[in-house]
């Protein structure tokens, strides 16, 4: 609908370099596709559980995971496909940003699911953060400045409710939690310094969202299959610089 | 972007573009100062720009229509080609029911005449148009008032401009203002009052619905009131007054008379059903764009005057409609609107208003939880608590809430939850422990924690709920596998069929082929063991084999779904099937409802099986306990009519293919008759006919194009075949559901002598807890099955909250079901209601069925 904001010839900042065929090819296969690429989820999310939160923009057609080559464990990473086209754009439209397992994820259009793509292209077996990583952090922090974008009239006048959701006072606040949650990650990766220390290369948001799952003896248990450790990677024949 | 664009994307924000500045006055100057400038060179570029933004900005119209008032001044043609635009596109809109074009562009025309673009009086006639194509529909002789809808509509538009001119037009043009209102305040008294029943938020009371005044009613009295106030409106920005010295020097322009379309004819023959259908029509037409939730105390937002909540409730509605997809323009434009107060309660209220509309919200549900969550992150300090009083406010009337909007309550509830850490005051709530399990309260907290776990896992939300550890009870089972065959209590009878187990299990392993294993099956088990045993060994340990995941199950439904469908070829054993996988998944309703799901795609059960296995007697006792029967039929029914619309639209572009096709083929059969006819030379002598290679290949050329057509012709066919087929099946459905739910209430509900209703069903509570608990004991449904009641334990610490007991409950439950699912497939259902009225909705049929599907149907009781 909204035609003032969106540059509708823009539908991806990524291009996969795979892909075989021209960029109108490429932008082609986005426009009639309907698979969405999933990108920075939590290595234990299952596909359960992206089933129920995907199936919330329409029937699914399938979910295929994106495995580590040399461990075949989930990497972070997948692909959905769904039956119809109107149902793939919500997905992006609605989901893309939002949190599944305690992390923000990234979905974007994708020009279709070949036998292959399952494997993470990371040197080490993993996916590759390099390009990807860098848009979703982008992403993610532009969508965190929605925070702070209160500059309409709302905005201008102070909160005069308590923020949080209590009758009984004190506690978890929604409105202070979010706050909370706001610098969460970048508070957790300072107390988590000596992690920081002993894997520097590591994604800070990842590697955060892990020292702060409280329930890593329960976790695997659910997931046997799901290995520990390993993030993101440099593409095999790939010219990326990590994030510092 | 250019600098222009952005200033009138920009104008009225508080942003960069205009030095932070909120004065209107500067931003109106600033704009016009540097589209002046660029108006010799780019006005055919900034004429659909300035129309676009006024289209999908509709709340800055005001400051667009000031702008366009002082071009005016400077170049008159211009605003003249916007004024004859603006007419076509209003033209079109009206013609092919635009609704939301009609509306913003009536409030453009109020404002263009508030700076003196086009005369008052041009508006008035406008109106006057409008008013009178709806004072003949509702007219019993000449016009069709099954079409009401848009009658109301239109006088609906009209009303709505008046916040934004009424009082230039009672200024300048009074009587004939005064003319309208009188008219439409005649209009009001011929129509009829539309009643809410079947699509309102509550049942509360029986005639509750009719005794509220309807959407039109209501605008009216706010504009009464708003007239008696001299026209007054905070929420509406009046730019224009700044500039009024300069705008009346202004030319104003011809606006041309409009047209509404026809009146729809009436139906051949006048019957309830055909009247009925008209107006299913109608209303699908011209829907109702927002029903009030009224959730909030009216202290939150008694403040406001009437008509300003009418404005910003249109402000908040055309943001979520034009910004649908651009998140941070979206939450921004909510938060900042141009008006003089607060307004949290308010959004908060309209946006849930929408997530809960009946029967359909305008997008998906998944986009208000989007926004929503946008919404608590742009004002950290003052939403979240908004949206957790709604919660509040929602959960204390669950019990009147209706069914669909349970349901999506649900799903947002957790989805939402699950982006902000799961964060929630459950303590608050730890008491829906003590109410029975049947208790609506209760039943929501337990299918919240429920989707939770989906969208997470059980550890997790076990941790989320430890402000009150006892609502662990609620949560689900941890989920696993309840496998017959997994040694574990291998037990006499059945470790033969272990060993069963076990073989089936190594030749998948082994790969051993579908057919291999049909083989198998038909030679050396089912002539043993019977079909009980070799039903329930294949079955479980398939699915146990597609247990670890949903690709797992796909990839086992298709390499050996086969061996499946061979042994369940006919209706009872597919609900035989079914209910083995519901003992599989007995612990996880997301893994059955998946699975039944999947097996209904690959065909090896019919959604006819599926319909029965909800209505057995293990699934009808859950029937007010659980969502879990409920989504299994959901996904059954929705998966049939996804299959119906994939149709609908395959054939929709087969019929352009056979149109191009046709114009292709007759093309090259004229081509080829214009080269035939057309005398060449031939060594020296004219012949008939082009020279042969180039006959030759038009004649090829049109022998292909005759083909395609003709192939096209035949897949349309085909598919049309398909969709008959499919429209009779589900007609076959639709009886099928129906007339279970018939046979089940007939069981539950009171005797139809008894002048039963539903508020005399929430009201049937025992005096005392041990009368309840008797009574409630003895239930046709427990005695059946002998199944323990836990709840009597519970049931005795029932108290204020939940008075309902369990058979009135199921019922309640029940009937709010039938409504829903009469309610959402309404279109599906009103092609097939004479047969289901001869067949189900017969005289004998339980009053409050056919009252809860008719409601669902929007057929009126007093059109019968």
Same mark, same amino acid.
């Given at each position: 609908m909204a035609s003032l904001f969106k540059d509708p010839t823009k539908i991806s900042a990524y291009r996969d370099r795979r892909f075989n065929g021209t960029q109108e090819e490429f932008e082609q296969a986005l426009l009639n596709s309907t698979t969405v690429y999933i990108g920075n989820m939590s290595f234990y999310t299952t596909e359960e559980q992206v089933y129920e939160l995907f199936s919330r923009a329409g029937e699914i057609k399938k979910i295929i995971m994106g495995l580590? !080559?040399?461990? !075949?464990?989930?990497?972070?990473f997948c692909f959905v496909l769904y039956y119809s086209r109107e149902d793939t754009e919500d997905a992006v439209k609605y989901i893309s940003g939002t949190i599944l397992d305690d992390r923000p994820i990234r979905v974007d259009f994708d020009w279709g699911f070949v036998e292959g793509r399952q494997w993470g292209r990371g040197r080490s077996g993993g996916q590759v953060r390099g390009g990807y990583g860098k848009l979703v952090q982008r992403e993610l922090e532009a969508q965190r400045q929605l925070v702070d974008y209160g500059a309409g009239s709302l905005g201008t006048f102070p909160p005069v409710m308590p923020p949080h959701y209590g009758k009984h006072g004190g506690g978890h606040g929604h409105g202070g939690s979010y706050r909370h949650g706001r610098d969460y990650h970048r508070k957790r990766h300072r107390d988590d310094d000596r992690h920081g220390r002993e894997a520097p290369k590591r994604n800070s948001d990842h590697e955060s969202r892990r020292a702060s799952d409280h329930d890593s003896d329960s976790r695997p248990e659910k997931n046997p299959r799901f290995r520990e450790s390993g993030d993101s990677d440099d593409e095999e024949d790939n010219d990326n610089k990590r994030r510092p | 972007m250019s600098s222009w664009k952005s200033l009138l994307l920009r104008i009225g924000d508080k942003s960069s573009e205009y030095n932070s500045s909120s004065d209107f006055k500067d931003h109106i100057e600033t704009c016009f100062g540097a589209l002046r400038r660029e108006l010799l060179h780019s006005s055919s570029e900034i004429l659909p720009f300035l129309l676009q933004c006024s289209e999908q900005l509709p709340h800055k119209i005001p400051l667009y229509g000031t702008l366009i008032g002082l071009l005016n001044l400077e170049d008159e043609d211009f605003v003249k080609k916007i004024v004859e635009n603006t007419q076509d596109s209003f033209q079109d809109a009206l013609d092919s029911g635009k609704c939301d074009i009609i509306r913003i562009l009536m409030r453009f025309l109020t404002v263009l005449m508030c700076s003196k673009v086009i005369q008052p009086a041009s508006l008035v006639v406008v109106f006057e148009t409008l008013l009178s194509s709806a004072a003949i529909t509702v007219d019993e002789e000449k016009g069709n008032p099954s079409w009401q809808a848009r009658a109301d509509f239109y006088v609906i538009c009209i009303l709505s401009c008046l916040p934004w001119g009424g009082a230039e037009l009672a200024e300048q043009v009074p009587e004939e203002i005064e003319r309208v209102l009188v008219g439409i305040q005649a209009y009001l008294s011929i129509r009829r009052h539309t009643s809410n029943s079947g699509l309102?938020?509550? /049942?509360?009371? /029986?005639s509750g619905g009719d005794i509220e005044k309807d959407f039109l009613e209501d605008l009216w009295e706010r504009i009464q009131v708003l007239s008696n106030n001299g026209w007054k409106v905070e929420s509406v920005p009046r730019p224009h007054l700044s500039f009024e010295a300069q705008l009346v020097g202004g030319k104003s322009h011809e606006f041309g008379p409009i047209s509404c379309p026809e009146q729809p004819e009436l139906p051949s023959t006048i019957s309830a059903v055909a009247y009925g259908k008209q107006k299913h029509e109608a209303e699908l037409k011209y829907p109702q764009r927002t029903r009030r939730?009224?959730?909030?105390?009216?202290?939150?937002? /008694?403040?406001?005057?009437p008509i300003d909540r009418f404005v910003v409730e249109e402000y908040l509605l055309d943001v979520l409609l034009f910004f649908n997809g651009c998140r941070k323009e979206c939450a921004s434009f909510m938060v900042g609107l141009p008006v003089p107060f607060r307004y949290e309660y308010l959004m908060a209220e309209t946006i849930f208003s929408q997530l809960l509309?009946?029967?359909?919200?305008?997008?998906?549900?998944i986009y208000y939880t989007l926004v929503i969550m946008d919404l608590c992150k742009a004002l950290p300090g003052a939403f979240p608590a908004v949206v957790a009083g709604a919660v509040r406010a929602l959960f204390d009337k669950i019990a009147d809430l209706d069914m669909e909007c349970r349901t999506r309550l649900i799903l947002w509830f957790s989805h939402h939850l699950s982006n902000f850490q799961f964060i929630w005051p459950w303590d608050e709530w730890a008491y829906v422990l003590d109410l029975p399990r049947w208790a609506p309260q209760r039943v929501f907290v337990q299918e919240v924690l429920e989707r939770e776990v989906r969208l997470s896992y059980w550890d997790k939300i076990k941790q989320s709920i430890e402000n009150a550890p006892a609502l662990e009870e609620l949560l689900p089972p941890k989920g696993g596998p309840n496998f017959k065959?997994?040694?574990?209590?291998?037990?006499g009878k059945t470790e033969q069929e272990q060993a069963l187990s076990a073989e089936l299990s190594n030749k998948v392993k082994g790969r051993q082929s579908a057919r291999e294993i049909i083989v198998w099956i038909e030679e050396s088990i089912y002539p043993i063991h019977g079909l009980e045993v070799t039903l329930s060994v294949v079955v479980q340990t398939l699915l146990d084999i597609g247990s670890k995941s949903f690709t797992h199950l796909i990839t086992i439904l298709e390499r050996y779904g086969q061996v499946m469908a061979k042994l369940c070829s006919d209706q009872d054993k597919q609900v035989m099937l079914i209910a083995e996988v519901g003992s599989y998944w007995k612990n996880n309703a997301q893994m059955t409802a998946i699975t039944i799901d999947r097996m209904m795609s690959c065909r090896l059960v019919s959604n006819l099986a599926i319909v029965r296995w909800v209505f057995s007697p293990e699934n009808i006792e859950q029937f007010h306990l659980s969502d879990c029967p409920w989504e299994v039929l959901r996904n059954a029914v929705s998966k049939t009519y996804n299959r119906i619309t994939d149709l609908r639209k395959e054939i929709s572009s087969l019929k352009k293919g056979v149109i191009s096709a046709e114009e292709a083929a007759s093309k090259a059969k004229a081509d080829l008759e214009a080269a035939e006819s057309k005398l060449s030379l031939v060594e020296g002598e004219p012949v008939l006919g082009e020279n042969p290679a180039k006959l030759k290949h038009l004649k090829s050329v049109a022998e292909k194009a005759k083909e395609e057509e003709e192939s096209m012709h035949d897949s349309l066919e085909a598919k049309e075949a398909l969709l008959a087929r499919a429209l009779d099946e589900n007609e076959v459905l639709f009886l099928s559901l129906y007339k279970n739910f018939c046979t089940v209430l007939m069981e539950h509900l009171?005797?139809?002598?008894?002048?039963?209703t539903l508020q005399s069903l929430k009201s049937i509570h025992g005096d005392s807890m041990a009368v309840d608990l008797e009574e409630s004991s003895t239930m046709e449904v427990d005695d059946e099955n002998g199944i323990p009641k836990k709840s009597q334990s519970n049931g005795g610490k029932a108290s204020n909250t939940c008075n309902v007991k369990e058979k009135e409950q199921w019922c309640l439950s029940t009937l709010g079901y039938v409504k829903a699912f009469s309610r959402q497939y309404a279109s599906e259902i009103w092609p097939h209601i004479e047969k289901l009225d001869a067949e189900v909705f017969t005289e004998d049929v339980h009053p409050l069925l056919r009252k809860a599907v008719y409601s669902g149907l929007r057929q009126m009781s007093n059109e019968l």
């Amino acid at each position: 609908m909204a035609s003032l904001f969106k540059d509708p010839t823009k539908i991806s900042a990524y291009r996969d370099r795979r892909f075989n065929g021209t960029q109108e090819e490429f932008e082609q296969a986005l426009l009639n596709s309907t698979t969405v690429y999933i990108g920075n989820m939590s290595f234990y999310t299952t596909e359960e559980q992206v089933y129920e939160l995907f199936s919330r923009a329409g029937e699914i057609k399938k979910i295929i995971m994106g495995l580590d !080559k040399n461990s !075949k464990t989930p990497c972070g990473f997948c692909f959905v496909l769904y039956y119809s086209r109107e149902d793939t754009e919500d997905a992006v439209k609605y989901i893309s940003g939002t949190i599944l397992d305690d992390r923000p994820i990234r979905v974007d259009f994708d020009w279709g699911f070949v036998e292959g793509r399952q494997w993470g292209r990371g040197r080490s077996g993993g996916q590759v953060r390099g390009g990807y990583g860098k848009l979703v952090q982008r992403e993610l922090e532009a969508q965190r400045q929605l925070v702070d974008y209160g500059a309409g009239s709302l905005g201008t006048f102070p909160p005069v409710m308590p923020p949080h959701y209590g009758k009984h006072g004190g506690g978890h606040g929604h409105g202070g939690s979010y706050r909370h949650g706001r610098d969460y990650h970048r508070k957790r990766h300072r107390d988590d310094d000596r992690h920081g220390r002993e894997a520097p290369k590591r994604n800070s948001d990842h590697e955060s969202r892990r020292a702060s799952d409280h329930d890593s003896d329960s976790r695997p248990e659910k997931n046997p299959r799901f290995r520990e450790s390993g993030d993101s990677d440099d593409e095999e024949d790939n010219d990326n610089k990590r994030r510092p | 972007m250019s600098s222009w664009k952005s200033l009138l994307l920009r104008i009225g924000d508080k942003s960069s573009e205009y030095n932070s500045s909120s004065d209107f006055k500067d931003h109106i100057e600033t704009c016009f100062g540097a589209l002046r400038r660029e108006l010799l060179h780019s006005s055919s570029e900034i004429l659909p720009f300035l129309l676009q933004c006024s289209e999908q900005l509709p709340h800055k119209i005001p400051l667009y229509g000031t702008l366009i008032g002082l071009l005016n001044l400077e170049d008159e043609d211009f605003v003249k080609k916007i004024v004859e635009n603006t007419q076509d596109s209003f033209q079109d809109a009206l013609d092919s029911g635009k609704c939301d074009i009609i509306r913003i562009l009536m409030r453009f025309l109020t404002v263009l005449m508030c700076s003196k673009v086009i005369q008052p009086a041009s508006l008035v006639v406008v109106f006057e148009t409008l008013l009178s194509s709806a004072a003949i529909t509702v007219d019993e002789e000449k016009g069709n008032p099954s079409w009401q809808a848009r009658a109301d509509f239109y006088v609906i538009c009209i009303l709505s401009c008046l916040p934004w001119g009424g009082a230039e037009l009672a200024e300048q043009v009074p009587e004939e203002i005064e003319r309208v209102l009188v008219g439409i305040q005649a209009y009001l008294s011929i129509r009829r009052h539309t009643s809410n029943s079947g699509l309102s938020f509550f /049942e509360d009371g /029986e005639s509750g619905g009719d005794i509220e005044k309807d959407f039109l009613e209501d605008l009216w009295e706010r504009i009464q009131v708003l007239s008696n106030n001299g026209w007054k409106v905070e929420s509406v920005p009046r730019p224009h007054l700044s500039f009024e010295a300069q705008l009346v020097g202004g030319k104003s322009h011809e606006f041309g008379p409009i047209s509404c379309p026809e009146q729809p004819e009436l139906p051949s023959t006048i019957s309830a059903v055909a009247y009925g259908k008209q107006k299913h029509e109608a209303e699908l037409k011209y829907p109702q764009r927002t029903r009030r939730l009224n959730i909030f105390p009216a202290s939150k937002t /008694e403040d406001l005057q009437p008509i300003d909540r009418f404005v910003v409730e249109e402000y908040l509605l055309d943001v979520l409609l034009f910004f649908n997809g651009c998140r941070k323009e979206c939450a921004s434009f909510m938060v900042g609107l141009p008006v003089p107060f607060r307004y949290e309660y308010l959004m908060a209220e309209t946006i849930f208003s929408q997530l809960l509309l009946l029967p359909h919200p305008p997008f998906k549900p998944i986009y208000y939880t989007l926004v929503i969550m946008d919404l608590c992150k742009a004002l950290p300090g003052a939403f979240p608590a908004v949206v957790a009083g709604a919660v509040r406010a929602l959960f204390d009337k669950i019990a009147d809430l209706d069914m669909e909007c349970r349901t999506r309550l649900i799903l947002w509830f957790s989805h939402h939850l699950s982006n902000f850490q799961f964060i929630w005051p459950w303590d608050e709530w730890a008491y829906v422990l003590d109410l029975p399990r049947w208790a609506p309260q209760r039943v929501f907290v337990q299918e919240v924690l429920e989707r939770e776990v989906r969208l997470s896992y059980w550890d997790k939300i076990k941790q989320s709920i430890e402000n009150a550890p006892a609502l662990e009870e609620l949560l689900p089972p941890k989920g696993g596998p309840n496998f017959k065959y997994s040694g574990v209590d291998g037990q006499g009878k059945t470790e033969q069929e272990q060993a069963l187990s076990a073989e089936l299990s190594n030749k998948v392993k082994g790969r051993q082929s579908a057919r291999e294993i049909i083989v198998w099956i038909e030679e050396s088990i089912y002539p043993i063991h019977g079909l009980e045993v070799t039903l329930s060994v294949v079955v479980q340990t398939l699915l146990d084999i597609g247990s670890k995941s949903f690709t797992h199950l796909i990839t086992i439904l298709e390499r050996y779904g086969q061996v499946m469908a061979k042994l369940c070829s006919d209706q009872d054993k597919q609900v035989m099937l079914i209910a083995e996988v519901g003992s599989y998944w007995k612990n996880n309703a997301q893994m059955t409802a998946i699975t039944i799901d999947r097996m209904m795609s690959c065909r090896l059960v019919s959604n006819l099986a599926i319909v029965r296995w909800v209505f057995s007697p293990e699934n009808i006792e859950q029937f007010h306990l659980s969502d879990c029967p409920w989504e299994v039929l959901r996904n059954a029914v929705s998966k049939t009519y996804n299959r119906i619309t994939d149709l609908r639209k395959e054939i929709s572009s087969l019929k352009k293919g056979v149109i191009s096709a046709e114009e292709a083929a007759s093309k090259a059969k004229a081509d080829l008759e214009a080269a035939e006819s057309k005398l060449s030379l031939v060594e020296g002598e004219p012949v008939l006919g082009e020279n042969p290679a180039k006959l030759k290949h038009l004649k090829s050329v049109a022998e292909k194009a005759k083909e395609e057509e003709e192939s096209m012709h035949d897949s349309l066919e085909a598919k049309e075949a398909l969709l008959a087929r499919a429209l009779d099946e589900n007609e076959v459905l639709f009886l099928s559901l129906y007339k279970n739910f018939c046979t089940v209430l007939m069981e539950h509900l009171p005797d139809a002598s008894s002048d039963v209703t539903l508020q005399s069903l929430k009201s049937i509570h025992g005096d005392s807890m041990a009368v309840d608990l008797e009574e409630s004991s003895t239930m046709e449904v427990d005695d059946e099955n002998g199944i323990p009641k836990k709840s009597q334990s519970n049931g005795g610490k029932a108290s204020n909250t939940c008075n309902v007991k369990e058979k009135e409950q199921w019922c309640l439950s029940t009937l709010g079901y039938v409504k829903a699912f009469s309610r959402q497939y309404a279109s599906e259902i009103w092609p097939h209601i004479e047969k289901l009225d001869a067949e189900v909705f017969t005289e004998d049929v339980h009053p409050l069925l056919r009252k809860a599907v008719y409601s669902g149907l929007r057929q009126m009781s007093n059109e019968l």
